[in-house]
């Protein structure tokens, strides 16, 4: 799910209180049906913050990745073939013994990223986890969450100012001072009229493609969110009324 809104609208702090880093005034918070208590920091939900270097605290990857683990008391053997597969799905084996610090923003995303699945949380809240990585890392890191997220294994919520990214998720959950003023499909939303907020930029060229598109009476479906995914679908079309126009 995308998380949406102006500044100051509160994206932040309800991932903080997802997390347990931030409790409620009023109301609870319940993960899994179960309710978080005041003060209490969910072991079940990962944060990942937009400057990783906020979040590394070793000199050496694999130690690192380490950390949460050692902070579970879990046993050496287990710990270390979860550091070595959180690494092999990030794609940074090869620079286990590296120090973090010298790595590229968005290697240093990836190692933040491997400790948190190496905890093995259920729930990971993205605060704008792209805003500082170059295009290149950016649509790596973007890349691995929705590999990451699967066939619904995890939940990934992402919290963004960018409608490119929001497109990716399955659901948009925007907020206005405080309050939910959209939930629903992401489509639904920049469909829209009017949206709430320009600052928060224009739509993504490839959603005004699709929806040019539309208007000239091809079938697009609402799934499709990728060049790669449209280019597929053309092809389709285009073969289905080549075979509607030429009979055998």
């Known amino acids: 799910m995308a998380l ?13 209180m997802i997390k347990g880093l931030l409790s409620p005034s009023s109301g609870q918070v319940f993960i899994g049906g179960q309710a978080l208590k005041p003060g209490e920091i969910s072991p079940r939900v990962g944060y990942i913050f937009s400057n990783p270097e906020n979040q590394i605290v070793s000199s050496v990857v694999e130690e690192d990745v380490a950390f949460g683990l050692e902070n579970m008391g879990l046993d050496p ?13 990030v794609k940074m084996e090869e620079y286990r013994h590296h120090s973090p610090h010298l790595l590229s923003a968005g290697q240093q995303q990836k190692v933040v990223l ?14 704008e986890p792209t805003s500082m ?18 066939p619904g294994e995890k939940t990934l919520l992402l919290i963004t100012h960018s409608f490119e990214e929001a497109l990716r998720a399955q659901d948009l959950l925007y907020l206005d001072q405080g309050r939910v003023s959209f939930y629903g499909p992401v489509e639904d939303f920049l469909s829209r009229d009017r949206l709430p907020d320009s600052s928060l930029g224009e739509l993504p060229p490839l959603f005004r493609l699709i929806q040019g598109l539309r208007s000239l009476g091809h079938p697009i479906p609402s799934e499709v969110r990728s060049p790669e995914g449209l280019k597929k679908t053309l092809l389709e079309i285009k073969t289905s009324e080549s075979r509607i126009q030429n009979p055998e």
């Open 77 to 89: 053997s287990a710990m270390a073939f979860r550091v070595r597969e959180s690494l092999r799905l």
């Open 133 to 150: 990585l170059d295009l290149k890392d950016r649509k790596e890191i973007l890349d691995l969450f929705q590999k990451i997220q699967g």
């Open 114 to 127: 491997a400790g948190i699945l190496a905890m093995e949380s259920e729930v990971l809240v993205l605060d």
């Open 4 to 16: 949406m809104g102006p500044n100051g609208s509160g994206k932040s702090t309800l991932g903080k």
